[in-house]
């Protein structure tokens, strides 16, 4: 096939030809470049698009500076696994999805400085593999981590099941590589955590959806490696003793929990009604659960699984904890682990829905889950609220599923109306739109309503100052 064969309508062949002539094989025909072009979820389709996967940062900078010259839009890709439109450009955008897979080196790991230095195109899992490897852990952990690449987490500044302890991909970065909109490479990849020069540059590109520049590499925060783990699965009495639940948990261990994800009866079902070889943890059943994971880092704690069983213990004797179940072996961690990772899955067999990723202040989460629901009700009787997720960091997925029986596109005609009932409430318990899965194109039209006046002036002059041809995800976040 020839190059102009390639080339989308309205991406001039002679710039085709140079973007083959910058990354060579890197170029995609239509063929190979379709799943690129395709949310994972099939919901937004580029017909308009080339796909190119550069090998090294040299590369992307000059894909970038031919884009800049060509005023060509550019679309950063890592897994595509994204929930919110950012990886795939807008259905007739003549644009040049820059895709980081085939970066996927670990250019160093430094036990000692507890650190690793590695490309962006790394998938998430194989980074976890590799910290253990050299007895570290790099603790960001998602349902997607088996195909989510590290420069997709650091762009949305993922979230994930760990973050109570360890906190978001952004507390987990020391240095950042990143090829600037005009296709300068900035090396900022340094090991330090005490560095006071000036603004802290790279948080500028950590969340920001690639709408100011690519990042190619960076240095990860290494941890030490878990000895022990204690993972238990217990029905509360209602959410507000969820809280206290927590509160005590923090306590009793030194502050070593790591997960604490909440999941009401109905969430449960819908794992037990779907997903295979999923069983009820509990002989009997209760209204609220929630999966609570403690680790050990210390080589030595003779104390600790007591402290988990005692805490749990007096929790019980106080009427929070209605049934307790401590896994005994790993196989019956990872059943527990099953039932909270399969919720998106589960969920599909429930029909349509309509989802909400938020974030409310912890204390504030089993009032604004009231409140939320009756505004839900009062616009749609019936309608089922699977509510459920991270309430350790304060971030819920509120999923509305259809009443059963309600036509599916009647339903999703609602999606609007009913994003702006759950939004405005999580506005009034002063709370995020979106807790840990980014803008992308899905809320784009919301955050005017949700962010102040100030706050979307200043988001527009960094990106007017660091891309202003608007190039780099046009129509994405802002
Ligand atoms: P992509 O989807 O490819 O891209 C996401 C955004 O980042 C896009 O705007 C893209 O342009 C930009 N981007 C990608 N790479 C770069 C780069 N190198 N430089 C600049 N910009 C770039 N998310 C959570 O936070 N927590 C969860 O618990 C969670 N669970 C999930 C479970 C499932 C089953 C699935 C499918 C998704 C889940 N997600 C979760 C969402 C998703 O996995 C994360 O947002 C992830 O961080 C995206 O990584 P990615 O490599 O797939 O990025
Ligand atoms: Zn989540």
Known sequence: MTVAARAPASLAPDFVRRLEAAVGRGLLDSADGAPYLTEWRGLWRAKNAVVVRPASTEEVAEVVRLCAEALVPIVPQGGNTGLT??????????????????????????PLNYAMTVEAGCILQ???????EADRLFPLSLGAEGS???????????????????????????????VLADGTIWDGLRGLRKDNTGYDLKQLFLGAEGTL???????????????????????????????ELLVRMRSATGDQVASFEYLPRNCLQMALDHIPGVADPMSRVYDHYALIEVSRTADEDAGFAEHVEAALGKAVEDGLVLDAAVAQSQAQAAMFW???DSMAEAQKGEGPAIRHDIAVPVSRIPAFYRECRGRVLARLPEARIH?????????LHYNIAAPR????????????????VVHDCVAEY?????????????????????????????????????????????????
């Open 85 to 110: 439109g950012g990886s795939i450009p807008y259905e007739d955008e003549a644009a040049v999805v820059v895709n980081l897979g085939r970066m996927n080196r670990v250019r160093a790991v430094d």
């Open 126 to 132: 194989t980074l976890q593999r590799t910290a253990e």
């Open 148 to 178: 989510c690449q590290i420069g997709g987490n650091l762009s949305t500044n993922a979230g994930g099941v760990a973050v109570l302890k360890y906190g978001n991909a952004r507390d987990l970065v020391l240095g950042l590589e990143v």
């Open 213 to 243: 520049g690519i990042i190619t590499a960076a240095v990860l925060k290494l941890f030490p490696k878990p000895r022990d783990k204690r993972t238990s699965f217990v029905a509360l009495r209602d959410l507000d003793a969820a809280i």
């Open 338 to 340: 099953k039932i909270r």
């Open 387 to 395: 509510g459920f997720g991270h309430v350790g960091d304060g971030n």
């Open 405 to 420: 029986g309600m036509d599916s596109q009647a339903f999703l005609a609602l999606m609007g109306e009913i994003n702006g």
């Open 430 to 478: 002063q709370g995020s739109i979106s807790a840990e899965h980014g803008i992308g194109r899905l809320r784009r039209a919301e955050l005017p309503r949700y962010k102040g006046a100030v706050e979307l002036a200043l988001m527009r002059k960094v990106k007017a100052a660091l891309d202003p041809l608007g190039i780099m995800n046009p129509g994405k976040v802002i």
